[in-house]
């Protein structure tokens, strides 16, 4: 395969890229349906606003471990942000932000969600489920501020460490009872360390009660008999109540929601209005059209003809950029695409393609998740624009120095290309490191921000070293298009000498 050939199959796999992206960007498309092939597939790529844009609820809530030991209360609370995000995804919250704050509290992010009373509801409705065996030492009753006896009902229950958290699921059931019509109950089945549990709980108390606690209020207190305990390794223990198909369907759902493993209270609530974040968007637009108009110029003046095809590979970085937030990432496409992508820069074009195709599998897979763009990730976004033309900067002053020193045009892109590289490569993998840390160590935000970042970034090295390049070799055989005053340069520096 000849050079040109090759020149033009890049040409060929660039354009098709941009007008891709450009497909995906669009509000009419970024839809993908494999139905005419009766393959059961269906995409679309939308926009994800992160709740400083879209506007929603942010809610705070304290886990309550008066009954949990300091060593398993780590646990605990990972296991309730893993209960409550489940039981937000069950509601369609698109992008909810769950995540553990200090050592005792859960912040909460529900964009869309205008309604903190519907939020609040969403959580709320998650129940706490615990069995609790007898206290043979209840405390004894104690009068209040007001001289009033207060005696509290779970005190004569002690912890039994089996809870929501071994819930694997809850269904309804008909108990026979000897008559007509069975008692609606709620069958629960565990995991096998919550069966191992509720075996043993059984055997050490034949002939006691055990409580099942709903939300702090005592369901059903069975007595467990000799018959029961045996059988317990086996068994699905069942919550009775007088309920009917609705109650029981109702508390199965939230069961199987997921259970909090402790309770926890609420104890701040705030409504982020979309005034806001409408108005943020727009001042980002501006901002980020500024940007761009400002950076065309400037390339367009200093370096020309070269200035004027960074600034197309600009517009095409643009594209990629959004397409890949509205497509979706994930830490397996950083690290399988983003490996191949650099071989593809370093080694060999065939390990870009490489990359390519193996981030269209994920996207087919279902192993992508949407990036939310934040406030901050938009700034990350619009810097990550400027970062763009730095590559191209170092390549077109090393361009230029070859140029003086007396070099064809061809010759000297060539070189501008390979001894700006290292400098390249290197500022942006220090660049991606810092990325990298903010991401492991940011607040969400600062997450947001690195996301966005380091997928410009990534994405500026190739429209850099490729995208650029190709259009350069492409137009530099035309010999008009040679001249030094196209490239910036006003004098070559044997004319220089020669005076």
Excluded: C
């Excluded at 309550?64 to 780590?74: G, Y």
Aim: glycine fraction near 8%.
């Amino acid at each position: 395969m000849t050079p040109k050939v090759k020149l033009y199959i890049s040409l060929a796999a660039i354009i098709l890229l941009a007008a891709a992206a450009a497909w995906i960007v669009s509000p009419a498309g970024g839809r993908i349906s494999l139905a005419k092939l009766k393959i059961n597939y269906e995409q679309a790529f939308k926009v994800h606003l992160g709740l400083d844009l879209q506007g929603g609820s942010h809610l705070v809530y304290q886990a309550d471990f008066k009954d949990i030991a300091p060593a398993d209360q780590a646990d605990a609370l990972t296991a309730i942000r893993d209960t409550i995000e489940r039981r937000v995804n069950s509601f369609g919250v698109a992008e909810p932000l769950v995540q553990v704050s200090g050592n005792d509290r859960i912040i909460i992010e529900l964009p869309g969600i205008k309604d903190v009373n519907e939020a609040i509801n969403m959580i709320g409705q998650t129940p706490t489920l615990e069995f609790r065996t007898q206290n043979p030492n209840p405390p004894a009753a104690t009068p209040d501020k007001n001289g009033n006896v207060v005696i509290d009902p779970l005190a004569a229950w002690l912890p039994t460490g089996l809870s929501g958290k071994q819930l694997t699921k809850a269904s309804v059931d008909l108990q026979q009872n000897g008559g007509l019509t069975g008692e609606v109950v709620v069958k629960l089945e565990f995991n096998s360390d919550g069966q191992k549990l509720f075996a043993q709980i059984a055997k050490q108390n034949v002939g006691k009660q055990i409580a099942i606690i709903v939300d702090g209020q005592i369901i059903s207190a069975p007595v467990i008999d000799q018959s029961l305990a045996n059988a317990a390794d086996n068994i699905q223990p069942i919550i009775t109540g007088n309920f009917t198909v609705d109650q029981a369907k109702t508390l199965a759902t939230r069961l199987n929601s997921g259970a909090l493993p402790v309770p926890i209270k609420l104890i701040s609530q705030q409504n982020v209005g979309a005034t806001l974040g409408k108005e943020s968007i727009d001042k980002s637009i501006i901002a980020g059209v500024i940007g761009i108009l400002l950076i065309a110029l400037f390339m367009i003046m200093y370096y020309r003809f070269p200035g004027s095809l960074a600034v197309l590979a600009l517009a095409i970085y643009a594209l990629v950029s959004f397409a890949i937030f509205k497509i979706g990432i994930s830490f397996t496409a950083v690290f399988l695409v983003g490996l191949f992508f650099f071989l593809g820069l370093t080694v060999n074009a065939w390990f870009g393609i490489l990359a390519f195709f193996s981030y269209i599998l994920l996207m087919f897979l279902g192993g992508l998740s949407p990036v939310t763009l934040t406030l901050a990730g938009i700034a990350g976004f619009i810097l990550s624009i400027g970062m763009a033309v730095d590559a191209n900067i170092l390549i077109f002053e090393r361009m230029k120095e070859e140029i003086r020193a007396g070099k064809e045009i061809h010759k000297a892109v060539d070189d501008g290309f390979a001894r700006a590289w290292l400098s390249i490569r290197d500022s942006n993998i220090s660049s991606l490191i810092t990325t990298l840390i903010l991401y492991i160590f940011g607040t969400p935000s600062i997450k947001g921000f690195a996301i966005t970042l380091g997928i410009g970034i990534l994405i500026s090295m190739f429209t850099a070293i490729t995208v650029t390049r190709t259009f350069l070799k492409l137009f530099v055989g035309n010999n008009i298009l040679t001249h030094p005053w196209l490239f910036g340069v006003s004098k070559l520096k044997h004319e220089s000498d020669s005076k």
